[in-house]
Structure formats: C-alpha cells, structure tokens
C-alpha cells in the first residue's frame, strides 16, 4: 500500500547551484552595466553616490559566485544563502528598472532569476556549503 504522507524534496544536484552561479553573474555584471550607462548619461551627485553603492553590492555578489571568500562571507553572508541572493537581485531588479531596453531587460532578467531562485531556495531548502556550493545528499 502506498504512503499518502508528504515528501519533502531536497535539491542535491550540483546543476542547479551551477545554473544560477552562472545565471547571478550574468545578471550581476549587467546591473553592472546598466549603472555605467546610467553614470555617463546623466552625471549629478545622487546618481554618484547610489552608483557607487549599487556597484559595490553588485561587485561582492559577481564576486561571491565566482568564489569564495572568507572575509564576505562573514560580512556578507546572506550572498551565501539561496534566499539572501534572490532577495538581492529582485532588488537590483527594482532598482535598474526604467524605460530603456537594457535597464528594463536587465531588470526583467534580475526579477526573474531572483524569483526561481527564491522559490527554490524556500520550496526545496537546499544546503549550501561555505563555497555557496549545494552539497551531495
């Protein structure tokens, strides 16, 4: 006879962490691009300071998914869980998000990334390991 009872899945595949280290970078490094776009066109003082804000958060989290780093971790450790990085790229998201077609694609991509990556880190509570990595079950 069958169980009816619930089974909780668990996210053991080293494809998706490699999935969306890849995916993050990319996003990443075009939020990156958006804020060097925007900086050239228009130049004020605000737009200065929230660059240099946005580039820095958006340079640890390239940084975190290329590798790991101790001193980052202990600052930074929502970058090392699946929850804490989509959080930061719905925001980079909303932050980038403007009429222009490089700022609205980048922002699309960001949401969208951010978005399957939290559900998957909420659904399927994957374990990271201290590289970011998910481990083996």
Not at 18 to 45: D, H, P, R
Not at 103 to 115: D, E, K, P, W, Y
Request: proline share 1%; aromatic share 14%.
């Amino acid at each position: 006879s069958r169980d009816s009872s619930v089974v909780m899945f668990s996210v053991s595949s080293r494809n998706v962490n490699v999935f969306f280290k890849y995916a993050n970078m990319l996003c990443g490094l075009l939020v990156i691009s958006c804020e060097v776009v925007q900086i050239i066109n228009t130049f004020s003082a605000r737009d200065f300071v929230v660059f240099f804000g946005i580039i820095f958060i958006t340079g640890l989290f390239v940084l975190v998914n290329a590798l790991a780093n101790e001193w980052i971790q202990r600052y930074f450790g929502f970058l090392y869980t699946f929850e804490g990085r989509a959080c930061l790229l719905i925001f980079l998201g909303a932050l980038v998000l403007k009429a222009a077609a490089l700022f609205l694609i980048t922002a699309i991509a960001c949401i969208c990334v951010g978005s399957v990556e939290l559900v998957v880190g909420l659904c399927f509570k994957p374990r990271t390991s201290i590289q970011g990595s998910v481990d083996e079950a």
